[in-house]
């Protein structure tokens, strides 16, 4: 099976760097997701990370280490309009190519 | 292309009802997944598709539940005798053959009252 855990919430400031975590035991794991989602709206994809490193897009950065289960979502210059939830989701391995979500990160900018 | 699309966007039912949506994802894509997602949780999975076969189906899912998408192209969620628990959004998410990521539908919110 899965398991993902995440914070449930985190608070930042404008302009500050804010890190996401992400832990995740799974019995076959084939790349890790990073979705961002606003209060009433649809996921919208972040990152997808399948080899171990870093991987930066603009002002977001997803970080991946399989040998210790482990992600990270690095937000930088933090803006207001980065309220919202941070999705961990993992891709399992097989043909079926399911996808289990974490429960999700309440991100709070505040001025 | 217009992103994945789903119909209706709010329904309200009575409990012992039946319910049916309908997905409509992104013409080339040849995966298209169910999700259900309750408030302040993530998304949980329901069930999956790779054309028009149903590969993959939720253990948490009831009989009640029922899925189809009969050319691969559009699909079909039903669920029958709504139960209170069932409140919930409903997600739709397609992908293509080449990439991983999923877009999602603006999904369905069903109230069952």
């Known amino acids: 099976g899965q398991n993902i855990d995440q914070p449930t919430e985190m608070t930042a400031t404008e302009g500050a760097i804010v890190q996401i975590n992400c832990t995740y035991q799974?019995?076959?794991?084939?790349?890790l997701f990073w979705y961002q989602q606003h209060a009433g709206e649809a996921p919208t994809f972040l990152s997808y990370?399948?080899?171990?490193g870093l991987e930066e897009k603009g002002r977001f950065s997803s970080f991946l280490s399989r040998s210790k289960g482990y992600s990270y979502l690095l937000l930088k210059e933090l803006q207001m309009k980065d309220s919202a939830s941070y999705l961990c989701?993992?891709?399992?391995?097989?043909?079926?190519?399911?996808?289990?979500f974490g429960t999700g990160t309440k991100l709070q900018v505040i001025p | 292309d217009t992103g994945v699309s789903q119909d209706p966007r709010h329904k309200i039912t009575k409990r012992g009802q039946n319910v049916t949506f309908r997905c409509d994802p992104i013409s080339e894509h040849n995966r298209l997944y169910w999700y259900r997602q309750t408030l302040g949780q993530g998304p949980e999975f329901l069930t999956y598709f790779q054309n028009e076969a149903q590969l993959e189906k939720s253990r948490l899912l009831s009989d009640r539940f029922s899925a189809e998408r009969p050319k691969g192209s559009f699909s079909t969620l039903e669920i029958q005798r709504t139960e209170q628990g069932d409140s919930a959004m409903y997600l739709c998410a397609s992908a293509g053959t080449a990439t991983y990521e999923q877009y999602f539908g603006p999904g369905t919110r069903l109230t069952v009252t």
């Open positions: 989701a993992v891709r399992s391995s097989g043909g079926y190519q399911k996808v289990t």
């Open positions: 990370n399948v080899l171990d």
């Open positions: 799974t019995s076959g794991f084939n790349g």
